[in-house]
T-cell receptor, first 110, second 114 residues
Framework: KNEVEQSPQNLTAQEGEFITINCSYS?????LHWLQQHPGGGIVSLFM???GKKKHGRLIATINIQEKHSSLHITASHPRDSAVYIC????????????FGAGTILRVKS | NAGVMQNPRHLVRRRGQEARLRCSPM?????VYWYRQLPEEGLKFMVY????????ESGMPKERFSAEFPKEGPSILRIQQVVRGDSAAYFC????????????FGAGSRLTVL
C-alpha cells in the first residue's frame, strides 16, 4: 500500500462544476502539498498545509490531521484547470523529501 | 527572479552514453532536490543536496547515478551508461531552507534513451 493514496485516479467534469480530489496518507507528516502538472509541463506548487484550510482564487485545500486526509476543491471549474493534481507529504520522520501520490488526471470539458 | 532553471529541457542519448542534467535553484535557495517521474508513474524522490553536500541520497539508484551541488554553479545529476529504463522526466526543486517548505520546481528535463 502506498503511503499516499489519491482518489479518483481520473476525473472528467463539465465546465462550471465543483470538483473534489481526495488524498489520504498513512504516515505522520509535518506538511502536505498539492501540486499541479500540465501535460508535458512543469510542476507548480498550489498549497502547503499543516492544518486547517487554505484558499487561493477558485482553489481550496483542507486537511484533517487526525483523519490523515486532505481534499482539494476547485469551484466553477474551467477547461484550463485540466491537469494532473498531485498530493505529496513531507513525512515527520524525514522532513527533507516529499512522498507523492499517483496523481489525479482532471479533464474539464467546455 | 528566473525561478528554478533546468537544462536541457529535452535530451536524447543512446544506450551506454552519459547524461548530465543541470539545475540552477532560485536566487537565495541553497537546498536542491531531484525527483524522477518514470512514464506512467508518479514522482519519486532521488536526492537532496545543499551546497557542496549530499544530505540524503536514499532515492538514488546504487549504480550509474550521481549528483553534486558545487560551491559555484548549478546542481548536476549525472547518469552514466544510460539504459532505456532511465528514460524519464527529471525534476529539480529548490527551497530556502530544510524541512517542510514550499518547493519551487523547475520545468523538468526529459531524457529519452534510444
Amino acid at each position: 500500500k502506498n503511503e499516499v493514496e489519491q482518489s479518483p485516479q481520473n476525473l472528467t467534469a463539465q465546465e462550471g462544476e465543483f470538483i473534489t480530489i481526495n488524498c489520504s496518507y498513512s504516515v505522520g507528516i509535518s506538511a502536505l502539498h498539492w501540486l499541479q502538472q500540465h501535460p508535458g509541463g512543469g510542476i507548480v506548487s498550489l498549497f502547503m498545509l499543516s492544518s486547517g484550510k487554505k484558499k487561493h482564487g477558485r482553489l481550496i485545500a483542507t486537511i484533517n490531521i487526525q483523519e490523515k486526509h486532505s481534499s482539494l476543491h476547485i469551484t466553477a471549474s474551467h477547461p484550463r484547470d485540466s491537469a494532473v493534481y498531485i498530493c505529496a507529504v513531507t513525512p515527520a520522520e524525514y522532513g527533507n523529501k516529499l512522498v507523492f501520490g499517483a496523481g489525479t488526471i482532471l479533464r474539464v470539458k467546455s | 527572479n528566473a525561478g528554478v532553471m533546468q537544462n536541457p529541457r529535452h535530451l536524447v542519448r543512446r544506450r551506454g552514453q552519459e547524461a548530465r542534467l543541470r539545475c540552477s535553484p532560485m536566487k537565495g535557495h541553497s537546498h536542491v532536490y531531484w525527483y524522477r517521474q518514470l512514464p506512467e508513474e508518479g514522482l519519486k524522490f532521488m536526492v537532496y543536496l545543499q551546497k557542496e553536500n549530499i544530505i540524503d541520497e536514499s532515492g538514488m539508484p546504487k549504480e550509474r547515478f550521481s549528483a553534486e551541488f558545487p560551491k559555484e554553479g548549478p546542481s548536476i545529476l549525472r547518469i552514466q551508461q544510460v539504459v532505456r529504463g532511465d528514460s524519464a522526466a527529471y525534476f529539480c526543486a529548490s527551497s530556502p531552507q530544510s524541512g517542510a517548505n514550499v518547493l519551487t520546481f523547475g520545468a523538468g528535463s526529459r531524457l529519452t534513451v534510444l
